[in-house]
């Protein structure tokens, strides 16, 4: 903003334009019928075209004024055909003789420009840009916008409102020479909302341009709506086959908190994005399936990333403060119903009249998918949260310096491909760079080092087997991630896992509705009437799903021993049953496991690097009140299943490992018979009395799977399986198991068994409480000092439900 004391205004130079009578201020084209812009006229504004033009001229033009920063077209033929002529200045007789077209202009055309106006709801002196065209108010000295006028058509520091016509964009800057503070606007803007933005009877300094490619990406001012056209942001990468990953990061600016922010961001046939006040919701397409996150009351930027991945779509936000991390959300995937007439377009909507919405930053990026896992600096918390997403030097751009991943982010196509491209990111549009790396610290808060399982990811792509897909992991002994989109993996794909899976899909799919037809005793009749007769004995509804359950069992039995076949999908369907209970218990559910099989599928990690150990007491109900006991400790032991190239053990060593091995073996064995009784199985169905007696039964039926699966985990003896013992007083109270899945950087919590008498009874007197815990702490301590990355479990999530990103280690029930 300057004070305009240097404006050009003289009783010479009035004089000199007084042939303009009042339109010098008014931003319109006018054509005269004799020269020295004199005589009869006619007018016409921004974007107006003519074929053929004003008769009652009969093509006599003898000047034309056209104010500074207007562009027109003229032709020689009707249908702005034949010869043309582009014109940014007032022109005489003599310059249309030169041009060839007096008496011969048969039509015009004026290009679209956005109209800058002295008072509000765009009244009052008037000056209109064309594309490409600027104007600096206060210290032009080339001609106002390549214009030969001497005097400004509005003055410095007058603009009230701006008119934007549909395919622009304007640029304003408070200050001369073109500097910040500035803000891109799309859309008409008005006195009130210039005033919230404090540019009101502000601006100094103009510029102009079409709407192309990724338009509007810094400081952009949605006042109602925002498109992003994909493909034309892409431009030629959008289609590139090579770039598996295309990313969309939107950096929104969250003033004063950001309390009342109110909007929406949608792929079209997509998900949506939701910010209510202080409310994160991402949605899917069909609005059924929603995950909703508390948004932090003090930050001052909300930001998204957007991956597409062919049909599926990953969202996660950031929110920061001073450059700093404040908190982010799992990535969440879904699925994207694209249809192939329809132009992929990103909206963005804002939904509070009263308050412009400013986007600070869009960026457009995108990668091969070959991501560089094992570069993990995690020196820092900062760094360790960088180690938690996919889309690190994605990240950077959002808290600019911390992840120090600068080397990640190529802006040359050439070089990109040229290169190593692993853990690499092609930068395609936004004027964003990030900054250099700079020491940062991260933003104190007090839940940061609680030692909690963060959720990082949330499955909504393969929701109909969300019991299914964790059980046959565990069946088939690989690592859940290997079955999810979320992350590149690099195991071979056990042959078990599909056949195992469409097993367990598709009987789900048919006898899931009931527990009645979905239990273990019906689950192996079904197996076995197909391997004797050929079909389930049973009249479905789905007949094609009956007859996908039938080839996939009469083709596993075929490729191996009927033996083998049955036990490997009875202990998947064990782990799915075990799954099924702790969704049912936790979230006191009735829900059909059909039903369940359906729900989105979380995944929860506990970061090793950041681990804090902390011993944990006993805890043992004294007078119906739980009290510490101080004087106690639990005893812990660690027993891995090692691999054969770090089995180097002493004889000692060995002899006390085969021991415990053998307690644990005696004492699963005894609560499996303490869990015998009335469980749920085929005698229990939809109508089993609710409240304590539905619970029992549920607790019976889930301990006696536990126990079963530890006990056959046991008897095979697999290396990278760990078993944590806890003992209060010599006696083993708690067995938690976890399994490296032959990675030695992803561990997962696998099951978890407690003493009969506790789980069943958990208010008795002499009850004890917070083995499990201490267990999975020491767990934790252990493949911390191993070197292990992760200590991660699975969790399946009901829909429109605030998301709980933080757990302790007892968010699974313990049995």
């Known amino acids: 903003m300057k004070i305009t004391n240097k404006l050009l205004i003289s009783i010479v130079s009035a004089i000199s334009f007084s042939a303009y009578s009042n339109d010098i201020n008014d931003a319109k084209v006018c054509f005269y019928e004799l020269e020295n812009f004199s005589g009869e006229s006619f007018c016409a504004y921004e974007g107006e075209s003519q074929s053929p033009i004003n008769s009652d001229f009969d093509n006599e033009i003898k000047s034309i004024s056209i104010p500074p920063g207007m562009v027109i077209t003229l032709y020689d033929g009707i ?118 933005l404090a540019m009101d009877n502000q601006l100094t300094s103009l510029k102009v341009s079409e709407k192309k490619g990724l338009h509007c990406n810094q400081k952009c001012i949605i006042l109602e709506k925002h498109e992003i056209n994909l493909p034309e942001s892409f431009g030629e990468y959008w289609h590139d086959s090579r770039l598996v990953n295309k990313q969309v990061i939107l950096s929104f600016n969250s003033r004063g908190g950001g309390g009342n922010d109110e909007y929406q961001i949608n792929l079209k046939n997509g998900p949506e994005i939701s910010i209510l006040k202080n409310e994160i919701t991402f949605s899917d397409y069909n609005m059924i399936t929603k995950f909703s996150f508390n948004r932090i009351d003090n930050l001052d930027n909300l930001s998204f990333i957007l991956q597409i991945e062919k049909d599926v779509v990953k969202v996660q936000y950031i929110q920061t403060l001073d450059d700093q991390l404040i908190d982010l959300s799992p990535i ?55 180690a938690f997403t996919p889309f690190l030097n994605l990240y950077n751009y959002i808290v600019q310096g911390t992840c120090r991943q600068l080397d990640g982010i190529i802006f040359s196509a050439d070089q990109y491909f040229n290169s190593n491209t692993k853990g690499k990111t092609l930068h395609i549009a936004g004027k964003s760079r990030p900054l250099k790396p700079s020491s940062l610290t991260e933003k104190s808060t007090d839940r940061r080092h609680e030692n909690k399982m963060i959720l990082t990811y949330i499955d909504n792509v393969n929701n109909n087997q969300s019991l299914s897909l964790p059980a046959v992991a565990k069946a088939c002994m690989v690592s859940i991630h290997s079955l999810l989109s979320t992350r590149q993996t690099r195991q071979v794909r056990p042959q078990c896992i599909d056949w195992t899976l469409e097993i367990m899909t598709d009987f789900t799919l048919l006898f899931g509705g009931s527990l009645r037809t979905w239990n273990t005793e019906y689950f192996g009749r079904i197996i076995q009437s197909i391997i004797t007769t050929g079909s389930t004995g049973v009249a479905v509804e789905n007949t094609e799903a009956e007859k996908r359950l039938s080839e996939a069992v009469k083709k596993t039995v075929m490729s191996q021993s009927i033996d083998s076949a049955i036990s490997q999908i009875k202990s998947a369907f064990d782990y799915a049953q075990l799954n099924y209970l702790s969704y049912s218990l936790f979230y006191s559910s009735d829900d059909t496991p059909s039903h369940v099989e359906q729900l989105p599928l979380g995944i929860y990690e506990l970061l090793l690097a950041s681990f804090v150990y902390k ?25 891995p299943s090692l691999f054969p190239e770090d089995a180097k053990l002493s004889d000692t060593e060995i002899e006390h490992a085969q021991t415990l091995r053998r307690k644990i073996s005696e004492t699963i064995a005894q609560w499996g018979q303490q869990y015998q009784g009335t469980h749920t199985n085929d005698d229990v169905d939809e109508e089993i009395d609710s409240g304590v007696n539905a619970n029992l039964s549920k607790l019976l039926h889930a301990g006696h799977i536990v126990t079963g699966i530890i006990h056959r985990r046991l008897v095979i003896n697999r290396p990278g399986e760990i078993y944590v013992v806890v003992k209060l007083r010599g006696e083993i109270i708690a067995i938690v198991l976890a399994d490296r899945f032959n990675n030695r950087d992803e561990v997962e919590l696998v099951a978890s068994a407690t003493l009969p008498d506790y789980v069943l009874s958990p208010h008795n007197e002499g009850t004890v409480r917070g083995a499990g815990t201490a267990a999975v702490y020491e767990l934790a301590r252990y493949l911390q000092q191993q070197g292990a990355k992760t200590l991660f479990s699975e969790v399946i999530s009901q829909p429109s439900a605030r998301v709980k990103q933080k757990v302790g280690f007892t968010f699974k029930s313990e049995f």
């Open 79 to 196: 249908d702005f055909s034949g010869i043309e002529k582009k014109l940014k200045n007032d022109v005489n007789l003599k310059d249309i003789k030169s041009f060839g077209l007096y008496n011969k202009i048969n039509s015009y055309r004026i290009d679209p420009a956005v109209c800058f106006y002295t008072e509000d709801k765009f009244q009052g002196d008037s000056m209109c840009l064309a594309a490409s065209q600027h104007i600096d108010l206060y210290s032009d000295t080339e001609g106002f916008a390549n214009s030969e006028r001497i005097i400004l058509p509005i003055r410095n520091d007058s603009i009230k409102s701006i008119k934007v016509p549909i395919g622009m964009m304007t640029t304003i800057y408070k200050n001369d020479n073109f500097n910040a503070p500035f803000f891109e606007l799309t859309e008409n803007i008005n006195l009130e909302k210039l005033k919230t």
């Open 615 to 639: 011993p944990t007491l006993p805890t043992i109900i004294e007078h119906s009140e739980p009290v510490e006991q101080h004087e106690l400790a639990f005893e812990i032991e660690v027993l």
């Open 332 to 386: 969440t995937s879904f699925k994207w119903q694209k249809m192939i007439d329809d132009i992929p377009t990103l909206t963005i909507q804002n939904k509070n009249t009263d308050k412009p919405l400013i986007l600070n930053k869009s960026i457009i990026t995108a990668d091969t998918g070959d991501q560089n896992w094992e570069k993990r600096d995690i020196g820092n918390i900062s760094q360790i949260i960088c």
